[in-house]
């Protein structure tokens, strides 16, 4: 086990609806990312936070934005959910914004109605 | 362009038998970093590998063993005498030194008994 826990495991939502996911990052680690994962694709950076700031972001819009608290947990937040947005989404959480190695969680497996 | 390629979609072989599996990746930057990982049907991925590109020295860890080839912008994955429980997906990724993994598309691995 990586240390690194998401919370819920699975959620099913409606399109229109907003979504908020959970991350707790290994011990001693400042750093968490988030990425979704489309069904048969390879996972995609959305943002990065280090320290509280978001240090990074992909190509995602507006309404996906998250929150690192002061003990380094994360949040992601989805707006306006759209039937696309169904994907598994994985928190990775690292020693540094450097990423010479991250720990992932189990996911967080979307379902948008 | 920063890009990882792996054509092979999924593999089938059975118990015993050795497979490669392919990562060729795209980058201009001098310094970066290659990754492998597995996704079991879990969903987590569990790190693997990392190589820094100034370190082209092979790598064997058990079965497992990792060619890296900065000439052809290449590190391949081989398991050696594979067992039904290497059957997973199979993620390559590229680190720029920045703050975001670049995946391939995965390779899903069946090791039939």
């Known amino acids: 086990e990586t240390g690194v826990t998401q919370s819920p495991t699975h959620l099913i939502k409606t399109r229109g609806q907003q979504v908020t996911l959970r991350c707790s990052s290994q011990?001693?680690?400042?750093?968490v990312s988030w990425y979704q994962q489309a069904l048969g694709q390879g996972p995609q950076f959305i943002f990065q936070y280090y320290r509280e700031e978001e240090n990074g972001r992909g190509n995602f819009p507006p309404r996906f934005s998250g929150l690192q608290f002061p003990n380094y947990s994360s949040e992601l937040n989805v707006n306006a959910l759209e039937l696309d947005d169904s994907a598994l989404y994985l928190c990775?959480?690292?020693?540094?914004?450097?990423?010479?190695?991250?720990?992932f969680g189990q996911g967080t497996r979307l379902t948008v109605v | 362009a920063q890009k990882v390629t792996q054509a092979q979609t999924e593999i089938s072989v059975v118990e015993k038998e050795d497979v490669t599996l392919d990562c060729v990746y795209e980058t201009r930057d001098t310094t970066y970093y290659l990754f492998w990982y597995k996704q079991p049907p879990s969903g987590e991925l569990v790190f693997l590998i990392r190589r820094n590109s100034f370190d082209e020295q092979n790598e064997i860890s058990g079965r497992y063993s990792w060619n890296f080839q900065k000439s052809t912008s290449s590190f391949n994955f081989t398991i050696t005498a594979s067992q039904v429980v290497d059957s997973a997906v199979y993620f390559c990724a590229l680190n720029p030194g920045t703050y975001k993994y670049i995946f391939g598309t995965g390779t899903r691995l069946k090791v039939l008994a």
């Open positions: 990775a959480s690292s020693p540094g914004a450097e990423l010479t190695e991250a720990f």
């Open positions: 011990s001693g680690h400042n750093t």
